[in-house]
């Protein structure tokens, strides 16, 4: 897929993801677009003398991230009209493929659609497999699938709109079985089902649910016999509960439990994942003012209610084991592309996790959601080279991961997409490095412009 040669990371600090206490004075051997070995800098005798060495002086190296909610066609909208009828679809394929560039170099190797528009996540995905486009390892999702009156159904019927990018609407079991195939037939990875309801939209509030359970049964039935991973939007207990009892692989939000849908959660931890999108309400906190969303107002829509009552639902679901993933729905613009770790932060100050746990969430609990093979997600032999160098530690200052500047080297796949290490004697660059990289080479090795 990216075609990586050989090389071997010295002497950094080696945080693998697996659960591990890191390894102070580590090493990692690529070789092609796989990791051959993992261990201390001094079990790499057997590394051929031809293969460069880069000594990434004692800085942090960890697997890529994963961000497990993307939406890599939205473009930071502040609305759904902005989505669905104000930007063309040939203008959202070049805004996603900015984004997912962005995304990239942000360290973020891997991504799960959450929905997108038009077939964008189809073709974005294509091209990043091909090597056209950079970007993460994408599973990519088609539109979205709800009811009339759903969440996003957001234009009054004498508009006679449509949803022409944004969803296909299904009402009856067969209506839904007919928009999953559309959704096989586009080439989605993923399908995203809306079971109810969100503070913004007057036509479907939270805690309303937008299907009945024979419409999401019907649904994950259909989507699981065309191999599409099933995911949901579901805020409230009661909508957690029939996404359960529909079997969904992937629940989005789930910000309110009750003890039926923890017991079900819990039954099937082994096989679920729920990523709580926190940053949706925690944004809009922060920056909801400049779109007229002033915290009054939020208050008086029950958002935060539903932060406390996030907050208390994910402690839940850790006691109960079931793995719950950072990815704060960034796209909206009020969580903006290039923002994607602040969720990191959010898991460490609002749900009380450790940077250790976080990271192990972003990364090999992630990585397992993402699947590609049990290949992403922990830096071990056999598995891709997507590796990060980061200047300082985010095992104990988790928010410097928002900070570009310090994530220095960003690997996919066994090569470079970014590097800005310096060039000289310890740091031998010549696999291929990044763009600012060559550059340095070319200048302070005198060659001719």
Known sequence: MFNGESMLLLHGRIFDGTGEEPVPDGGVWIEGDEIRKVGSSDQFDDVPAEVPRVDVGGRFVMPGLVEPHAHLSYFNASSLQDLDMNCTAEATTIKAVLNARTMLRCG?????????????????????NSGAVPGPRYVACGRDV??????????????????????????????????????????????????????MVESDLPGELSYTQEEASAAADEGHRRNLRMTCHARSAEAVTMAMKAGMDVIGHANFLDEEALDRLRRERNRIFVTPAIHWQVGLYENGAEFGLTQAVLDSMGYKNEIAETINSVAKMRKAGVRVLPGGDFGLA??????????LQNFVELFDFTPMEALLAATRDAGAMVDFGGKVGTLEAGKFADVLVVDGDPLTDITLLQDQDRIVSVIQGGRFFHNTMPSGPRFDLGVKPGLQAAVEERLFSGADS
């Open 108 to 128: 973020y190797t891997s991504a799960y659609s959450f929905g997108s528009l038009h077939a964008v996540d189809v073709e974005l995905r294509n091209h990043i």
């Open 146 to 199: 709800l009811g009339t009156a759903g969440m996003i159904d957001w234009n009054p019927d004498h508009l006679q709109l449509g949803m022409d990018g944004l969803a296909l609407l299904a009402d009856n079991p067969w209506e839904v079985r007919k928009a999953l195939r559309k959704i096989r037939k586009s080439g989605a990875d993923t399908v995203k089902i809306y079971l109810d309801g969100e503070g």
């Open 334 to 343: 009020w969580t903006p592309h290039g923002t994607y770790a602040r969720d």
